[in-house]
């Protein structure tokens, strides 16, 4: 790292509706890439950020961590307000600190928590963008045992999509998976050091399937022995729909630091 230069670390929210995810790629208008426009205004040249985890198309983020280094000599309190002059209102960036040189947005992250909405019946339009609505009557008991048998370290190949790296090591250590009821809503919280790519989305899929009757808990165990992604595990299709995020999932992600 420059010495010349500070490195500062952000957290930021944002509805990933209309977003083709975090990270910066070919033909999408990113998350990412809308941040770094604007500290290419503030700092006068391009500014790299890096971001504790990407989230998919659609999703969601109150708690994204993102860090940088750049030369700014006028305190947080007014980099923070430069930030939020300049960027549009589906992003916000809440915090900014000045951050030690070896603090990293990823590599420092001690969890990750990704909080899945299902809407239980015709949500309101207020909800509708921000939720999963699923008309049919969900098994909270059977949801939770499902939960249960995948909670802990496994191997979680089964629930990775089938296009994602082939020499990744696929054993999580998932540290909470939780079904809660308030009202018509059911959240699935799921929390662990890190996740594979796409992988939380396929857990909660797997839950709601077992909410419908459709898989058993000792169904989710087999799947997860066999280690293998079968037609049991809903595909997570990169698709946004118009009522959902990650897909066909309504979600949204943060980082934690201790």
Not at 147 to 165: C, E, I, M, S, Y
Not at 230 to 257: E, H, L, M, N, R
Request: net charge positive.
């Amino acid at each position: 790292m420059n010495p010349l230069l500070q490195r500062w670390k952000c957290t930021c929210a944002y509805d990933g509706t209309n977003f083709a995810g975090w990270q910066s790629q070919a033909g999408g208008r990113a998350v990412q890439d809308v941040i770094e426009a604007r500290l290419q205004q503030i700092f006068g040249g391009p500014v790299r950020i890096h971001g504790s985890g990407r989230t998919d198309a659609g999703v969601h983020a109150k708690g994204q961590v993102f860090h940088f280094d750049a030369a700014w000599r006028h305190g947080p309190e007014k980099l923070l307000a430069a930030f939020r002059t300049g960027l549009p209102p589906q992003i916000q960036v809440s915090e900014v600190r000045a951050a030690v040189p070896d603090f990293h947005a990823r590599f420092s992250a001690k969890g990750k928590r990704y909080v899945y909405r299902v809407h239980c019946g015709d949500p309101d339009p207020f909800t509708r963008p921000f939720c999963w609505p699923v008309h049919r009557t969900l098994d909270l008991v059977a949801m939770r045992a499902a939960a249960k048998v995948l909670q802990g370290r496994h191997d979680f190949r089964a629930f990775t999509a089938v296009n994602g790296p082939e020499r990744e090591d696929t054993v999580r250590d998932l540290t909470r998976l939780d079904v809660t009821r308030r009202g018509r809503e059911i959240r699935i919280t799921g929390e662990a050091a890190g996740f594979l790519y796409k992988m939380m989305r396929s857990l909660a899929g797997v839950l709601v399937q077992a909410g419908e009757g459709k898989l058993s808990a000792a169904d989710v165990r087999s799947i997860l022995a066999a280690k293998t992604r079968t037609a049991a595990v809903p595909k997570p299709s990169g698709k946004v729909q118009p009522v959902s995020s990650y897909g066909f999932f309504c979600g949204s992600f943060g980082a934690q630091y201790w």
